[in-house]
C-alpha cells in the first residue's frame, strides 16, 4: 500500500498560518518575499498535498493487486482467502460460490438442476 497518515509535520510549512500576514517586497524575510502569485501558489499548497495523499489512498483501496487493501483484507470465508479474491471471482462469474441454499453453495445446486434438465452434461 502507498498511502500514509498525513503527520503534523509535513504540513507545518504547507499551512497557510506559516506564510507571511500580507505579501511581501523581495528584500524582507531574507530575501524570500512573497508576491501575489507566490501566495496563491501557497494557498493551493496544503489542498495539493491533501489531494495527493487522498488519490493513493482510494489507488489502495480500490486497486487490484498484492500492494491494495482488498489484497490485506482476509474474509474469514477459508484460510488465506482476501476481498481481492473475492473480486476476481465476482468479476470472473463465480458469484454464485459465494452463496448457499441449504447448506449447500449455490453454484453446486445450480449445476444439479442443469444436470437434471439436461442442460450441463
Given at each position: ?10 504540513i507545518c510549512d504547507l499551512k497557510v498560518a506559516s506564510l ?65 479474491d473475492m473480486y476476481t471471482d465476482i468479476s470472473n462469474g ?19 438442476i442443469l444436470i437434471a434438465i439436461g442442460e450441463n452434461e
Amino acid at each position: 500500500m502507498t498511502a500514509n497518515k498525513i503527520s503534523d509535520e509535513e504540513i507545518c510549512d504547507l499551512k497557510v498560518a506559516s506564510l507571511p500576514t500580507r505579501p511581501t517586497e523581495d528584500s524582507a524575510y531574507s530575501g524570500e518575499g512573497y508576491g501575489p502569485e507566490e501566495m496563491k501558489a501557497a494557498f493551493d499548497r496544503l489542498p495539493l498535498f491533501i489531494i495527493e495523499r487522498y488519490n493513493a489512498l482510494i489507488d489502495d483501496i480500490a486497486g487490484i493487486g498484492e500492494e491494495s487493501l482488498a489484497a490485506a483484507m482476509k474474509t474469514g470465508i477459508k484460510e488465506g482467502h482476501t476481498l481481492c479474491d473475492m473480486y476476481t471471482d465476482i468479476s470472473n462469474g463465480n458469484f454464485a460460490s459465494y452463496l448457499s441454499v441449504g447448506g449447500e453453495s449455490l453454484s453446486s445446486v445450480i449445476a444439479r438442476i442443469l444436470i437434471a434438465i439436461g442442460e450441463n452434461e
